[in-house]
């Protein structure tokens, strides 16, 4: 792919573009039309999402107005009690939630919020932003259905340094009042087949939906660039091995497209012998990595592809936080790409993701060693990936999709 088109690409799509969102739909069909100008078949696949829009979030501490964002899909409702700042997940610390509105740091996991709810909170903060930076920044999250597992309590999230301030003055009552429309809408999958010579294929995906405050550029407009000029290339230079690309929406919902992709493909999944996934390559900085949820042969092979070939990469075994891990959960041997990035030099989840954080070099090193590892995947006799998962995988992939707690 010319650097013209990469940088092109990285232009056109510098805005928000959460899933479920008009503007998801216009990078979905964008990416449609930019694989059809490249002589590729696209398509577009929907699914349902949860939705909802904001109508009142106002949150008060000690009579002072603090400004937040009302959390999605987590019910209407208002609420007052005594805060409580979470600064542990044990029992003792949990039962102290009892009654109050719970203040924490970190996202809002699931075992996190059940324990809350077992132990009585009535209500939540979070908080993101960093306390160094000069902005006020507030993602606007949301109440996942299987965290919340239809029990709703009201919740906000605020900026790191109202959080500060109400720790540091020890805050005594907030009140949440939280009101919003909840309903079904759509995301959707971008899909587009290379036929290879024989039906099994190789899946490719990258996500290509943001967060409430991302352009997106290196988380995953990158990742998406890294498909597209994989297809070109494989179209051109017929394959074994078929393949399919799956350009992901909703990924920062949750995997939504990944796992919508997987329910309703199932039986066509018997056919994948790999899946590998492209999630934020090609930065200024970072160490590139290779997260293999597979035999451990496959990481193996990668190092020695990486000396061979001469290209810098550390290959691991384990679940990535990405779409890889729905299809590595209906046993398809699955590996996740990534420049990996300190978050001082490359943030993501913020409006400091965008093109200024990216390479055209190294994008191209980078799709180029995904491209020789897939061309000897795809070419090989037989692939030489063991289509099964691991022991010690699956049970990580139990604890990452939350059918067993994680121990310790």
Same mark, same amino acid.
């Given at each position: 792919?010319?650097?013209?088109?990469?940088?092109?690409?990285?232009?056109?799509?510098?805005?928000?573009?959460?899933?479920?969102?008009?503007?998801?739909?216009?990078? &979905?069909?964008?990416? !449609?039309? =930019?694989? %059809?100008?490249?002589?590729?078949?696209?398509?577009?696949?929907?699914?349902? +999402? $949860?939705?909802?829009?904001?109508?009142?979030?106002?949150?008060?501490?000690?009579?002072?107005?603090?400004?937040?964002?009302?959390?999605?899909?987590?019910?209407?409702?208002?609420?007052?009690?005594?805060?409580?700042?979470?600064?542990?997940?044990?029992?003792?610390?949990m039962s102290l939630c009892r009654g109050k509105i719970v203040i924490f740091d970190g996202y809002l996991?699931?075992?996190?919020?059940?324990?809350?709810?077992?132990?009585?909170?009535?209500?939540?903060?979070?908080?993101?932003?960093?306390?160094?930076?000069a902005d006020r920044e507030i993602d606007h999250r949301e109440l996942r259905s299987y965290v919340s597992?239809?029990?709703?309590?009201?919740?906000?999230?605020?900026?790191?340094?109202?959080?500060?301030?109400?720790?540091?003055?020890? &805050?005594?009552?907030? !009140?949440? =009042?939280? %009101?919003?429309?909840?309903?079904?809408?759509?995301?959707?999958?971008?899909? +587009? $087949?290379?036929?290879?010579?024989?039906?099994?294929?190789?899946?490719?995906?990258?996500?290509?939906?943001?967060?409430?405050?991302?352009?997106?550029?290196?988380?995953?407009?990158?990742?998406?660039?890294?498909?597209?000029?994989?297809?070109?290339?494989?179209?051109?230079?017929?394959?074994?091995?078929?393949?399919?690309?799956?350009?992901?929406?909703?990924?920062?919902?949750?995997?939504?497209?990944?796992?919508?992709?997987?329910?309703?493909?199932?039986?066509?999944?018997?056919?994948?012998?790999?899946?590998?996934?492209?999630?934020?390559?090609?930065?200024?900085?970072?160490?590139?990595?290779?997260?293999?949820?597979?035999?451990?042969?496959?990481?193996?092979?990668?190092?020695?592809?990486?000396?061979?070939?001469?290209?810098?990469?550390?290959?691991?075994?384990?679940?990535?936080?990405?779409?890889?891990?729905?299809?590595?959960?209906?046993?398809?041997?699955? +590996?996740?790409?990534?420049?990996?990035?300190?978050?001082?030099?490359?943030?993501?989840?913020?409006?400091?993701?965008?093109?200024?954080?990216?390479?055209?070099?190294?994008?191209?090193?980078?799709?180029?060693?995904?491209?020789?590892?897939?061309?000897?995947?795809?070419?090989?006799?037989?692939?030489?990936?063991?289509?099964?998962?691991?022991?010690?995988?699956?049970?990580?992939?139990?604890?990452?999709?939350?059918?067993k707690r994680k121990k310790g």
């Amino acid at each position: 792919m010319k650097n013209e088109l990469i940088e092109k690409i990285f232009a056109d799509t510098a805005y928000v573009r959460t899933g479920g969102s008009a503007d998801e739909l216009r990078a &979905a069909e964008y990416l !449609k039309s =930019t694989c %059809e100008e490249l002589g590729l078949d696209a398509h577009l696949e929907s699914f349902e +999402v $949860d939705m909802a829009t904001i109508k009142t979030a106002v949150l008060t501490v000690d009579g002072r107005e603090i400004p937040c964002k009302g959390y999605l899909c987590a019910g209407s409702g208002e609420v007052e009690a005594p805060i409580y700042y979470l600064t542990d997940d044990d029992k003792y610390s949990m039962s102290l939630c009892r009654g109050k509105i719970v203040i924490f740091d970190g996202y809002l996991g699931a075992w996190k919020y059940r324990d809350m709810l077992e132990n009585g909170a009535l209500g939540f903060i979070s908080y993101s932003g960093n306390a160094n930076y000069a902005d006020r920044e507030i993602d606007h999250r949301e109440l996942r259905s299987y965290v919340s597992e239809g029990n709703k309590i009201p919740g906000v999230n605020i900026n790191a340094k109202d959080a500060i301030q109400i720790i540091n003055s020890d &805050a005594k009552i907030a !009140k949440i =009042t939280l %009101e919003q429309d909840e309903y079904k809408g759509n995301s959707q999958n971008v899909i +587009v $087949d290379v036929k290879g010579e024989r039906d099994e294929q190789i899946i490719f995906t990258a996500h290509y939906d943001t967060t409430s405050l991302s352009q997106g550029a290196y988380d995953n407009m990158s990742g998406c660039i890294g498909l597209i000029s994989m297809a070109e290339y494989f179209s051109k230079n017929k394959p074994s091995y078929s393949m399919r690309f799956i350009f992901c929406g909703s990924e920062e919902r949750g995997l939504l497209g990944s796992k919508a992709y997987c329910a309703s493909h199932e039986e066509e999944l018997k056919n994948a012998v790999l899946l590998i996934n492209l999630d934020m390559i090609g930065t200024i900085m970072g160490k590139f990595i290779a997260c293999a949820t597979s035999e451990m042969q496959l990481v193996h092979y990668i190092s020695y592809l990486g000396n061979e070939l001469g290209f810098q990469v550390r290959p691991y075994q384990g679940v990535y936080s990405s779409d890889s891990t729905p299809f590595a959960d209906k046993g398809v041997p699955a +590996v996740s790409f990534a420049r990996a990035a300190n978050g001082d030099v490359a943030t993501i989840h913020n409006s400091y993701d965008t093109l200024a954080l990216m390479k055209t070099s190294h994008m191209q090193k980078d799709i180029e060693f995904i491209t020789a590892f897939a061309s000897r995947m795809a070419n090989a006799v037989n692939c030489p990936v063991s289509r099964e998962i691991p022991d010690n995988m699956k049970e990580s992939l139990d604890e990452y999709l939350l059918r067993k707690r994680k121990k310790g």
